[in-house]
């Protein structure tokens, strides 16, 4: 179907019968600008298409690679549109707050809609915020929907200065429920540490669409601002997250390293990997999770795979499983992971239908697999449990499974631990 007269090519041709004469013109159509790579420099250089700040290269819609290079700039920066952002090297290439910004959506960088391929590569991305409570609430937030694919920077200082007990500072946000938005990321090989709140987390909606986030190959550490024990640093101010997917969020999460998240006083726990009422699509694989208060933590959430991982000096467990609030949470796999020197190495807590098979558990200071009196119809199954302080495998619950419990054991090994192999008889 065509409406209006047709244009058979890209000119415009007036025919004019005048004096007797034939008279064409021809008007040149207008085509799009070009695409441009653009420079960003202080001095800037000379020409069209360099800038002295990255948002003035940001907002010409021609520049669709701006190259940035070695200094300090100032942010805060917003990106709406498609655009590569890159930094001669997160060494040499600072993006850090010149004035306050926005207590609620107050980001060092943010990225909105209608942007859907936005990639952010090689900047130190660094804090503090000017106040001492909810001064500084992002270094990145994807928003409103938007794509960006974060890679090879580093992450820093995110917080209040000084550091507070304020539930702001996630040095990289994407959606956020409280602002009513979502947001989708590719978050790779990236150094991210000093952060107040959380390291890394993808939150979603209640109701309606999800954000997702494939998040590998990360360095996260948490606050080193105290001591908890000689060996060991942890915050005695805010409990921390390394890695955090909430409220119907889904990712990937594989192959981080995710350290130090502590709280002291133990009033409250931190978690490396913290699944919070998270979607029904979250695999966690291949990290490594060391000295956190709890190494992988599943809360409300169901139908997680959790396997491959190293969980290392947890102050109490490695895996927890765990039912709080109104979501269940159930229906969970955690699968060939390698649990060593944790307070539990796995534990269950109020947790239904859930399958532990194949993992080893070594050195915990209490039981290698602890199973609490309100959990039930979980099924653990060849699991190796050796050289723990107390008892391989240690189940409260009561009912018609192994050995009088509530839940289902089969072909586990218990070694070399210190109380007995098992709690009751039977486990392993």
């Not at 992450?155 to 946000?173: F, H, K, M, V, Y």
């Not at 699991?383 to 018609?400: I, L, P, Y």
Request: aromatic residues 4%.
């Amino acid at each position: 179907m065509r409406f209006g007269p047709a244009i058979a090519s890209t000119k415009l041709r007036l025919v004019l019968l005048l004096s007797g004469s034939l008279i064409t013109l021809a008007l040149a159509a207008a085509s799009p600008a070009a695409a441009a790579t653009c420079t960003v420099k202080v001095p800037p250089a000379l020409g069209p298409n360099n800038f002295a700040t990255i948002q003035d290269a940001i907002d010409l819609s021609t520049c669709t690679t701006i190259n940035v290079k070695p200094g300090t700039y100032a942010g805060p920066i917003s990106i709406n549109r498609n655009v590569t952002l890159k930094g001669a090297s997160a060494a040499t290439t600072t993006i850090n707050l010149a004035t306050n910004v926005n207590p609620l959506l107050g980001a060092i960088v943010e990225v909105v809609a209608p942007a859907t391929k936005v990639t952010i590569s090689q900047f130190t991305i660094a804090g503090p915020g000017f106040g001492t409570c909810g001064s500084l609430q992002y270094g990145i937030l994807v928003r409103d929907g938007a794509t960006a694919t974060i890679r090879n920077n580093h992450i820093t200082a995110i917080r209040d200065e000084p550091l507070s007990g304020c539930q702001n500072g996630n040095a990289i946000q994407v959606g956020r429920n409280v602002l009513g938005t979502t947001g989708h990321a590719v978050i790779k090989n990236n150094t991210i540490d000093d952060y107040q709140k959380t390291g890394i987390a993808v939150d979603g909606l209640l109701v309606g669409p999800a954000s997702t986030a494939t998040i590998t190959s990360n360095k996260v550490t948490g606050d080193v601002n105290g001591a908890c024990f000689p060996l060991f640093r942890c915050s005695p101010i805010a409990a921390q997250n390394g890695i955090q997917i909430s409220r119907r969020a889904n990712a990937t999460v594989k192959s981080n390293t995710v350290a130090e998240n502590r709280y002291d006083p133990a009033i409250a726990s931190s978690g490396g990997i913290l699944l919070f009422d998270a979607g029904d699509d979250v695999t966690v694989s291949g990290n490594t999770a060391d000295r956190n208060d709890v190494g992988v933590w599943v809360i409300g959430t169901s139908n997680a795979e959790v396997r491959s991982n190293k969980l290392k000096s947890s102050t109490f467990d490695g895996v927890a499983i765990q039912h709080i609030g109104t979501n269940p949470t159930a229906f969970n796999i955690v699968s060939k992971n390698t649990a060593t020197l944790n307070g539990n190495g796995i534990g269950l807590y109020d947790t239904a239908s859930n399958l532990i098979d194949h993992n080893t558990v070594s050195t915990s200071d209490g039981p290698g697999f602890f199973v609490d009196a309100t959990s039930t119809g979980n099924f653990l199954q060849a699991n190796k449990a050796k050289q723990n302080f107390t008892f391989g495998m240690e189940d409260e619950s009561v009912g018609a499974g192994t050995a009088g419990t509530a839940n289902s054991y089969s072909g586990n090994s218990c070694t070399s631990n210190g109380t007995a192999k098992s709690d009751p008889a039977g486990l392993c």
